[in-house]
């Protein structure tokens, strides 16, 4: 079975729903930006063909069932500040991998926090999951509080796990289970 597609979530400023080829020109100004891509496992897009051949590759996960893509909007207005995503799932385990980015102007505003949050209630609600893991590079700090703030457990450093942008770097893995979440009452 494919993962679940939830139906659009409301939070109190924001949107979180499935991605549409026409969310692209609004997530141009998230991944077009070197400092906000740094950590990320793709190059800042300096077009919208860039923008393009990325959803084409986000489609073709998609179709696997194995990941659902999601964009992150302003509640107001519906404008794109950020995007997310659930993948790697694995169906026997109920268990899937949370990936999130906000543009540089929506930082430091809890946004990410409201976001990821409204992620992780689909994800152990609607989708059905019992466990969500992350990796992130030690030296992403926003995202490692974030990751605190949300209740996941730091779970062990995984050394030269991958190369890129020119050099290897470790990860750690964060893991949070459904119960610890459900028990948190967030
Ligand atoms: C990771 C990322 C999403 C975190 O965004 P963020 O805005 O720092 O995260 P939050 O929404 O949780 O905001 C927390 C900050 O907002 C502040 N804040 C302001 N108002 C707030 C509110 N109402 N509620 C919560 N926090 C608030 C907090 O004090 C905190 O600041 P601090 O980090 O200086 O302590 C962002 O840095 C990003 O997009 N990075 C690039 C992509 C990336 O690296 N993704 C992760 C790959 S693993």
Do not use: C
Request: hydrophobic residues 45%.
């Amino acid at each position: 079975m494919p993962l679940t597609v939830p139906a659009p979530i409301e939070t109190p400023r924001l949107v979180v729903r499935q991605i549409a080829e026409p969310d692209l020109p609004g997530l141009m100004a998230v991944n077009g930006d070197d400092m906000v891509t740094q950590f990320l496992p793709y190059a800042t897009w300096r077009s919208i063909d860039d923008a393009a051949a990325w959803y084409q590759r986000i489609a073709g996960i998609q179709a696997t069932g194995n990941a659902v893509q999601f964009v992150i909007l302003s509640r107001d207005d519906a404008t794109v500040i950020g995007a997310g995503l659930l993948f790697n799932f694995n169906e026997g385990s109920a268990r899937a991998e949370l990936g999130y980015v906000l543009g540089r102007a929506h930082w430091g505003r809890g946004l990410a926090r409201e976001a990821a949050g409204a992620l992780v209630g689909a994800a152990f609600g609607p989708m059905g999951l019992r466990r969500l893991e992350a990796e992130v590079n030690p030296l992403n700090q926003p995202s490692v509080r974030l990751l605190q703030s949300l209740g996941f457990t730091r779970e062990g450093l995984l050394r030269q796990r991958w190369v890129g942008k020119g050099a290897a770097y470790d990860v750690e893995l964060h893991g949070l289970l459904r119960d610890e979440w459900q028990q948190r009452g967030t």
